[in-house]
Nanobody
Framework: QVQLVESGGGLVQPGGSLKLSCAAS????????MGWFRQAPEKEREFVTG???????TDSASMKGRFTISRDNAKNTVYLQMNSLKPEDTAVYYCALRKYRSIGFTVAEYDYWGQGTQVTVSS
């Protein structure tokens, strides 16, 4: 069974930084693409960024270069470094695992999901 557990969310002031982690178990982590999505209240879940099994990265245009995804295959963990945070970044952030090596860009293209971690950007 594949399990994904996000951590690192919390309250941060505008302009601040936060680093999220997602630990995977029950899968050969290095063979799979990983993605980060976010969902604000009453909004659809949207793609934030993804990283392929080979380490290539694709960002959503809405990120404006402020977020950086990375992975540590030895630790079975993917990270999301979030900088210059804005109130509109407030959402539940989810990590997801895709059973293929290449990045997917929609919810339907991912096979396993974490429980989400809340990020609130407010002064």
């Amino acid at each position: 069974q594949v399990q994904l557990v996000e951590s690192g969310g919390g309250l941060v002031q505008p302009g601040g930084s936060l680093k999220l982690s997602c630990a995977a178990s029950g899968a050969i982590f290095g063979l799979n693409a990983m993605g980060w999505f976010r969902q604000a209240p009453e909004k659809e879940r949207e793609f934030v960024t993804g990283i392929s099994a080979g380490g290539s990265i694709t960002d959503s245009a809405s990120m404006k270069g402020r977020f950086t995804i990375s992975r540590d295959n030895a630790k079975n963990t993917v990270y999301l470094q979030m900088n210059s945070l804005k109130p509109e970044d407030t959402a539940v952030y989810y990590c997801a695992l895709r059973k293929y090596r290449s990045i997917g860009f929609t919810v339907a293209e991912y096979d396993y999901w974490g429980q989400g971690t809340q990020v609130t950007v407010s002064s």
